[in-house]
């Protein structure tokens, strides 16, 4: 694990696909329309035979890539979020996850990551993708999960909903990290509180552990991309080992992790109490910048420590989250 | 579930002949039998697209090779029929159909025998279409004459429904010329007639403007759905051919009233279209 503040890389995703579009011929590019914006410039420019521009037409999109997997073709999909899920959910279950196929929706800018408001704020992708037989649902943390996670669904055989932070790409992870489909990653163990997280919230969920632990309080961090299906033995078994649970997700707190881990450790018969943090049932805004909006709706390094402190009934104030100094190139959490 | 794959393309062979007017009242006969153990079904998607069907699959498809795409899930029972009449699926098959357990659902889904895809949420099935001949040319096989085709049955309706405009304009833009729409013009949805309901004239300028070629034709003409096939088939651009069509074509006996979307068959009635019927195919 790297230390504070992460470097970033850019279009680590773009590079990732282009380098398995080279070894397998059976992988093709859509594009909503937003290109470069979703890193494929790079598939476009090199393998412009395989790359089909589908134009601002979501909906025929996911049809022709339904139609393509069924022709034995790896259809990689292309746009942001939300015009990924919610816009095509009916195409998506009849064209995609009802008949199973090989389709792998890519979902830039989830949750409130982008500052374009509701209409391009992907809240609830996760939940409407959780909710789909048969749809795996990822949510990666950095560029070395992003490097590996393309070929590791390229190899999946059903459809996949990924969804992926746009832009500057923090480097959390050291090379050593191997990420799996099947298993969570516990980062750290700790037994009063069990802090399970992934995408843009591992890094305050990180920061947020270790002031909690410089004030006594011992947090487990597990990383969880596979969304669904949900690795329930490492769910429970870390829960099981703490008093408390926190949730910390870049989505709405229903329907996404808070809410997998809830029904997990609901259904193993394990009461404790459990704070999620994530968009709190509340569409966000328009605003300048995300971290803007991380700070405002809940999302920040502060909230993980707070829910934590309140889970686990500590009297007084919570400690206080460090200020993030962050230079041109780095990334650290609100 | 087991995910359905097509089948490798194969070698285009020369489709097989039947005479089409009588696998038309095949269809009709057929799609009867289905249907009139219900009571009531979707019979007349089967009387409105008997003839489109029956050229097709009389005289040019060529099982393997070429894609049949049924986009209304609700004529599926056409594409049964259709299919049974030509050798393409077992006869006695189609006495399960709408059955509890029965692989022959009323409305076409994964599980349905005989179709390469369809779907019973509407104006699916051209995107499908599109993503056929899109993958024929990612593979570098929609050229020469083994190239497949691929079919898309349409209805009117459909045309309400965005996303086929987006798939029309897709397969225009790229020039899919091996992109055949059969576009079934009943003017027949669930609440009534199409046009008491959307003003979709004209249909075949609103395609030709999308870029297509395009054939009107009485949908009932077996000579001219020859010919708009065979004019469709020669041009390098997705063609549609709008087949204006009744629901209650070719079956006398039913009152001018009846629903064309959901037709009731109460035993008398359904013994009169049987005697209709068998006469005919006889």
Redesign the interface.
């Known amino acids: 694990m790297r230390e504070l503040p992460y470097p970033t890389v850019q279009k680590p995703y773009g590079r990732a696909l282009l380098e398995l579009a080279r070894r397998r011929d059976d992988v093709?590019c859509l594009s909503g329309d937003l290109t470069r914006q979703c890193e494929v410039d790079l598939f476009r420019d090199e393998l412009p035979?395989?790359f089909?521009h589908?134009?601002m037409?979501e909906?025929?999109?996911?049809?022709?890539?339904?139609?393509?997997a069924?022709?034995?073709?790896n259809p990689f999909v292309h746009t942001f979020g939300v015009f990924a899920t919610r816009r095509p959910l009916?195409?998506i279950?009849?064209?995609v996850a009802?008949?199973?196929?090989p389709v792998r929706l890519i979902g830039f800018m989830p949750g409130i990551s982008s500052p374009g408001g509701p209409s391009h704020q992907a809240i609830e992708d996760v939940a409407l993708m959780r909710a789909l037989p048969n749809m795996t649902v990822i949510d990666v943390a950095d560029a070395v999960e992003i490097d590996q996670v393309v070929p590791l669904i390229a190899d999946h055989?059903?459809p996949v909903y990924l969804r992926l932070k746009r832009g500057e790409i923090p480097v959390i992870f050291d090379d050593d990290r191997r990420l799996s489909l099947d298993e969570a990653h516990v980062i750290s163990s700790g037994d009063d509180v069990a802090i399970f997280t992934n995408g843009m919230l591992l890094s305050a969920s990180l920061a947020a552990a270790s002031v909690l632990e410089r004030h006594g309080v011992h947090a487990a961090v597990v990383n969880v991309p596979v969304i669904k299906p949900l690795d329930v033995d490492t769910v429970v078994g870390v829960a099981r080992a703490a008093r408390a649970v926190v949730t910390a997700e870049n989505h709405t707190i229903i329907g996404g992790l808070g809410s997998a881990v809830a029904e997990t450790l609901a259904e193993a018969g394990l009461g404790r109490t459990l704070r999620r943090v994530g968009v709190r049932d509340t569409f966000a805004e328009g605003a300048l910048t995300s971290p803007y909006l991380f700070g405002r709706y809940g999302l920040s390094t502060q909230d993980v420590i707070d829910a934590a402190w309140n889970a686990l009934d500590h009297s007084g104030e919570p400690p206080a989250a460090p200020v993030a100094k962050v230079e041109a190139g780095e990334y650290s959490p609100v | 579930?087991t995910?359905?794959?097509?089948p490798a393309r194969e070698t285009a062979t020369a489709a097989p002949r039947h005479d089409a007017a009588r696998v038309a009242t095949g269809i009709r006969l057929r799609a009867l039998r289905m249907v009139a153990p219900q009571g009531f079904g979707y019979l007349g998607q089967a009387l409105c697209s008997a003839e489109s069907l029956a050229v097709l699959y009389a005289e040019l498809f060529r099982p393997g090779v070429d894609r049949f795409v049924c986009s209304p899930g609700h004529y599926i029972v056409a594409a049964y029929a259709v299919a049974a009449e030509v050798g393409l699926l077992d006869p006695e098959e189609l006495s399960s159909y709408g059955q509890n357990g029965s692989c022959l659902e009323a409305i076409g889904t994964?599980r349905s025998p005989a179709v390469?895809?369809t779907?019973?949420?509407l104006a699916?099935g051209?995107?499908?279409?599109?993503?056929?001949a899109?993958?024929?040319r990612?593979?570098g096989r929609a050229e020469g004459p083994d190239a497949p085709r691929t079919f898309v049955l349409c209805s009117d309706g459909e045309l309400e429904e965005?996303?086929l405009w987006?798939?029309a304009?897709?397969a225009a833009?790229h020039r899919l010329g091996r992109l055949v729409v059969l576009l079934d013009a009943n003017n027949s949805q669930v609440d009534g007639p199409v046009d008491g309901i959307t003003t979709l004239e004209p249909i075949a300028e609103k395609w030709a403007a999308h870029g297509w070629h395009v054939a009107d034709v009485d949908g009932h003409d077996l000579d001219a759905l020859r010919r708009a096939y065979a004019d469709a088939l020669s041009d390098d651009r997705p063609s549609v051919i709008v087949a204006r069509t009744s629901t209650r074509h070719g079956l006398d006996c039913l009152p001018p009233d009846a629903d064309g979307h959901f037709i009731k068959l109460p035993p008398d009635l359904a013994n009169r279209a049987f005697a209709e019927l068998e006469t005919r195919y006889a």
Do not use: K
Not at chain 1, 59 to 68: D, K
Not at chain 1, 98 to 101: G, Q
Not at chain 2, 3 to 6: P, T
Not at chain 2, 126 to 132: A, M, R
């Open positions: 093709v035979d395989r089909v589908a134009g037409a909906a025929n999109m996911i049809g022709m890539a339904g139609a393509m069924r022709e034995g073709l009916d195409q279950v009849n064209a009802y008949p199973n196929l055989p059903g | 579930m995910r359905f794959v097509s994964e390469d895809l779907c019973g949420s699916q051209l995107s499908g279409g599109v993503g056929f899109c993958s024929d990612l593979r965005g996303q987006e798939a304009l897709f833009h």
